[in-house]
């Protein structure tokens, strides 16, 4: 008690009083993200970002939320940015944990539109830039989460009982990255992806992946011959090819493309190189605000979701 009369711990006192005062009048998004994320999960994310020299990323100062956690504990984060409440875009990476530059294009993409919000003004723009941390943060990294489960293969598709073994044993040759889970979504970042797509109802979905060097897209099949002419067309000015790579059971070109009639694009990135990663969005960050501004027509979305909660 003695303590506490000495003048050096007033002063002490005082300015943990101060520093108190300024963290409640911080805005409340800044004060829910690190009172979310921990200290932890903020340091591994720029940890990993020294070790890839990417310089430029920040990760607290966004208005991030985290609702659920992976098998391994950590956060499962995502942003939602610009005031519109209709017509969201969600865009996702780091599906698979080893395709390090896809965490690196959206956390990107988050702080651009962050630091520029005339770019969407009256638009919703949801991004999830690290859907599976477990993949990522593992030593070595994996496309898989933490219990072994290709998160890309993990989504409840109406063809998932029937074939999504029978595929993964003979199409796969049983190879574990791409081993799509003892039943559908029995995985948290499975869940996650579902839970963001019931709350948003987003028209469009842009997930990035690497290294297979393409684009890839599904959609309600009324619209889709106008979206394939736009898509063509982005691809050719981004020097990119236009593949149709088909869905699986399981994929989200499946659940969300095909069964759920949402404009889905894969951005299959060249390479998985993490020092190539500002090179990439510099090169696609006109794609994403292009896919952003792109009206949609056609059927009415999520006509079959199911409610997952948030
Ligand atoms: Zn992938």
Request: with cysteine; net charge positive.
């Amino acid at each position: 008690m003695l303590l506490l009369v000495m003048p050096e711990m007033r002063t002490a006192k005082q300015a943990l009083f101060i520093v108190m005062v300024f963290f409640l009048y911080l805005p409340p998004a800044t004060l829910a993200s690190n009172a979310i994320h921990g200290e932890s999960f903020v340091q591994l994310l720029k940890n990993k970002a020294e070790n890839y020299g990417w310089k430029d990323l920040r990760f607290s100062n966004l208005p991030w939320e985290s609702h659920r956690r992976s098998n391994g504990g950590h956060p499962l984060v995502f942003v939602r940015l610009g005031e519109g409440s209709k017509s969201c875009v969600l865009f996702l990476g780091g599906v698979h944990g080893d395709e390090t530059p896809t965490v690196y294009l959206t956390f990107a993409l988050a702080q651009y539109l962050w630091e520029h919000p005339e770019m969407i003004r009256g638009k919703c723009v949801v991004i999830a830039p690290l859907v599976n941390p477990d993949g990522f943060f593992s030593h070595p990294m994996t496309r898989v989460n933490g219990r072994g489960v290709d998160i890309n293969r993990n989504f409840p598709t109406r063809n998932w009982r029937r074939e999504a073994h029978k595929y993964w044993r003979t199409k796969v040759k049983s190879i574990p990255r791409y081993y799509p889970g003892d039943r559908p979504a029995s995985e948290p970042e499975t869940l996650f992806q579902m839970a963001l797509i019931n709350r948003f109802k987003p028209n469009k979905i842009l997930s990035v992946h690497s290294p297979l060097n393409f684009f890839d897209y599904d959609g309600p099949s009324t619209d889709l011959n106008s979206f394939e002419k736009w898509l063509k067309k982005i691809a050719s000015e981004a020097n990119h090819p236009l593949r149709k790579f088909g869905y699986y059971p399981g994929s989200l070109g499946n659940y969300a493309g095909n069964e759920r009639g949402i404009f889905t694009v894969t951005l299959e990135l060249p390479s998985s190189n993490p020092g190539e990663a500002n090179k990439y969005f510099q090169r696609f960050q006109k794609v994403f605000m292009k896919f952003i501004d792109l009206p949609v027509r056609g059927i009415p979305p999520h006509a079959h979701c199911e409610n997952p909660g948030s």
